[in-house]
T-cell receptor
Framework: NAGVTQTPKFQVLKTGQSMTLQCAQDMNHEYMSWYRQDPGMGLRLIHYSVGAGITDQGEVPNGYNVSRSTTEDFPLRLLSAAPSQTSVYFC???????????????FGPGTRLTVT | GQNIDQPTEMTATEGAIVQINCTYQTSGFNGLFWYQQHAGEAPTFLSYNVLDGLEEKGRFSSFLSRSKGYSYLLLKELQMKDSASYLCAVRDRRYGNNRLAFGKGNQVVVIP
């Protein structure tokens, strides 16, 4: 199993450009999520999904869109990049229990994004 | 929010024991996770507590007191490879039992 994969590993964008960060998992997990990690801020939840066709906002959703057309894939789109979106982005997945509870999350290797 | 608090950094000697604390405030607590994150890498899962008490996993143990809103991670027989950031994360039933809120992490530096 590859686990959770993310592409690209590094990206530099100019202000106003758009791009999609890719995330895929091969563990058949229902739950997938996107976090950003900034120095001194910890991991903050951007968007998450509890299954194909279902997405919801996390703590810091502004400027980002997601979709979940398959169980495996959960891309994150930056609509118009801003310097404040310079960060490390992690995708994660988890199985869910009968009450919708998530268990340990498996993280992808991260995408280091710089917006100039 | 969940108001998760962790001290920021500590230094310890190889072979020693270190305790990393995490306090939280939420009315919807439903589980606490500990993750390890080496510099430049992704977090990896260490342990999970949902009931009060101690969970032991080799050199790592995690303790939870729900009444005190408190957890700690105990690292025994420290090795150089344990130098990392340790993150606690709280699962909150107010958000459907699936979202995690992470603390800012505690950086542990192991010295010879």
């Amino acid at each position: 199993n590859a686990g959770v994969t993310q592409t690209p590993k590094f990206q530099v964008l100019k202000t106003g450009q758009s791009m999609t960060l890719q995330c895929a998992q091969d563990m058949n997990h229902e739950y997938m999520s996107w976090y950003r990690q900034d120095p001194g801020m910890g991991l903050r939840l951007i968007h998450y999904s509890v299954g194909a066709g279902i997405t919801d906002q996390g703590e810091v959703p502004n400027g980002y869109n997601v979709s979940r057309s398959t169980t495996e894939d959960f891309p994150l789109r930056l609509l118009s990049a801003a310097p404040s979106q310079t960060s490390v982005y992690f995708c994660a997945s988890s199985r869910q229990g009968p009450l919708g509870e998530t268990y340990e999350q498996y993280f992808g290797p991260g995408t280091r994004l710089t917006v100039t | 929010g969940q108001n998760i608090d962790q001290p920021t950094e500590m230094t310890a000697t190889e072979g020693a024991i270190v305790q990393i604390n995490c306090t939280y405030q939420t009315s919807g607590f439903n589980g606490l996770f500990w993750y390890q994150q080496h510099a430049g890498e992704a977090p990896t899962f260490l342990s999970y507590n949902v009931l009060d008490g101690l969970e032991e996993k080799g050199r790592f143990s995690s303790f939870l007191s729900r009444s005190k809103g408190y957890s700690y991670l105990l690292l025994k027989e420290l090795q150089m490879k344990d130098s990392a950031s340790y993150l606690c994360a709280v699962r909150d039933r107010r958000y459907g039992n699936n979202r995690l809120a992470f603390g800012k992490g505690n950086q542990v530096v192991v010295i010879p």
